[in-house]
């Protein structure tokens, strides 16, 4: 499996512009994280869906971000407008079933680096 | 509110020598603790995972030990190589009911020939 694939890896943006991140996750499973890694906040998970719905939004910072998972094998993370202070890497990440139950291991993607100038 | 820190920030050490990186949680009512590597510019791979219940977990050269009343986790390196070199983080789940792992800050080890 080519595992979690994201796009782009990298994106320059201006102050104000839309950014929309894509993540494709490994086929089969069913649960697809969004981790937003900063230097000074770490990683931090900013939202999560099981079979397509979301179940915890509570890291998601305010309204300029939203997320969606239209099917099962496409999700996006969208920030509008963006600010400085959104540039990050922001990693999505996906687990089979049975993470819940058995604590199955997650598999990251190589992560999206974004700057917004 | 559970934090997870990971001392030191970083690390240097020589080809061969053992080591052992530091995890604690202030919160001891944890779902499983896992050890993940992070290269740079990449994402993360995860090393170990221990169930609460579990007491150490082994994966070759790898050893990560769980106290969960005293809120710490340590993951013992034998033999390092510079392949080891990387940023390693840990990463608490607290219960069965949610996916969130909460993550430290993690330790960068880099391994000199």
Redesign the interface.
């Known amino acids: 499996d080519a595992g979690?694939i994201q796009s782009p890896r990298h994106e320059v943006t201006e102050m104000g512009q839309e950014v929309t991140l894509r993540c494709k996750p490994i086929s089969g499973h069913d649960?697809l994280?969004w981790y937003r890694q900063t230097m000074m906040r770490?990683?931090?998970?900013l939202i999560?869906f099981?079979n397509n719905v979301p179940?915890?939004d509570s890291?998601m910072p305010e309204d300029r971000f939203s997320a969606k998972m239209p099917n099962a094998s496409f999700s996006t993370l969208k920030i509008q407008p963006s600010e400085p202070r959104d540039s990050a890497v922001y990693?999505c990440?996906s687990?089979p079933t049975g993470?819940?139950?058995s604590?199955n291991?997650?598999?990251?993607?190589?992560?999206s680096w974004l700057t917004v100038v | 509110k559970q934090e997870v820190t990971q001392i030191p920030a970083a690390l240097s050490v020589p080809e061969g020598e053992n080591l052992v990186l530091n995890c604690s949680f202030t919160d001891s009512a944890i779902y499983n603790l896992q050890w993940f590597r992070q290269d740079p510019g990449k994402g993360l791979t995860s090393l170990l995972l221990i169930q609460s219940s579990q007491r150490e977990q082994t994966s070759g050269r790898l050893n990560a030990s769980l106290d969960k009343s005293s809120g710490r986790s340590t993951l013992y390196i034998a033999a390092s190589q510079p392949g080891d070199s990387a940023t390693y983080l840990c990463a608490v789940r607290l219960s069965s009911n949610t996916g969130k792992l909460i993550f430290g800050q993690g330790t960068t080890l880099q391994v000199k020939p």
């Open positions: 979690v649960y994280f770490g990683l931090e998970l999560y099981n179940i915890d890291g990693f990440a687990s993470f819940r139950i604590g291991t997650i598999y990251f993607g190589e992560g």
